[in-house]
Nanobody
Framework: QVQLQESGPGLVKPSQTLTLTCTVS??????????WSWIRQPPGKGLEWMGR???????YYSPSLKSRTSISRDTSKNQFSLHLTSVTPEDTAVYYC?????????WGQGTQVTVSS
């Protein structure tokens, strides 16, 4: 069974780059038909899809975040990472990694990220 675990800093200063990593167990991130996404939820707001990387390494991003977002993967470690540049306090949120395989969704537990000086 695929399991996901987010890791990274809980506090980031404005203008810096946020990097979060999702470690995948129970399955390979290169397996066909898997989509690997980053999704966040600011306080009091709904879920916001940020982007995904698919089985062959192709990436897709939300238009509103594309200019600041990149997703990469390390297949040797079975991990994929989120990089969000020029963060502001509005980027404060719980960040989740997510796996979609056909019609099934698997979520990490989420990690709180606060942007503050």
């Amino acid at each position: 069974q695929v399991q996901l675990q987010e890791s990274g800093p809980g506090l980031v200063k404005p203008s810096q780059t946020l990097t979060l990593t999702c470690t995948v167990s129970g399955g390979s991130i290169t397996t066909s038909d898997y989509y690997w996404s980053w999704i966040r939820q600011p306080p009091g707001k709904g879920l916001e899809w940020m982007g995904r990387i698919v089985d062959d390494g192709t990436t897709y991003y939300s238009p509103s975040l594309k200019s600041r977002t990149s997703i990469s993967r390390d297949t040797s470690k079975n991990q994929f990472s989120l990089h969000l540049t020029s963060v502001t306090p509005e980027d404060t949120a719980v960040y989740y990694c997510n796996a979609r395989y056909r019609n099934d969704d698997i979520w990490g537990q989420g990690t709180q990220v606060t942007v503050s000086s």
